[in-house]
Nanobody, 115 residues
Framework: QVQLVESGGGLVQAGGSLRLSCAASERIFSSSAMGWFRQAPGKERTLVAAISWSSSTYYVDSVKGRFTISRDNAKNTVYLQMNSLKPEDTAVYYC?????????WGQGTQVTVSS
């Protein structure tokens, strides 16, 4: 049973923008903090941004001012607006609860930023 589905990735030039979406089952989404994570080739998966049920947000320093996380609780969906993208943002992006729960990792969505 698929419970988290990420979409919106793609190939973009440096300086461009993408908007990622994550559709979650209500069982996962309801009353949960959610996060976007990314994993670059050869590196560990790390948290990029998180949002609480009440929409308080957290960002790692490397994306502050460029990425915006948001959620639509009525649609069980969390978004990641990514602006001013850099080649170092290239990774597979995943959503999950925050803190992450290993059983909920989905396929992720590939983001590739060309220089």
């Amino acid at each position: 049973q698929v419970q988290l589905v990420e979409s919106g990735g793609g190939l973009v030039q440096a300086g461009g923008s993408l908007r990622l979406s994550c559709a979650a089952s209500e069982r996962i989404f309801s009353s949960s903090a959610m996060g976007w994570f990314r994993q670059a080739p050869g590196k560990e998966r790390t948290l990029v941004a998180a949002i609480s049920w009440s929409s308080s947000t957290y960002y790692v320093d490397s994306v502050k001012g460029r990425f915006t996380i948001s959620r639509d609780n009525a649609k069980n969906t969390v978004y990641l607006q990514m602006n001013s993208l850099k080649p170092e943002d290239t990774a597979v992006y995943y959503c999950n609860k925050d803190p992450s729960d290993p059983k909920y990792w989905g396929q992720g969505t590939q983001v590739t930023v060309s220089s």
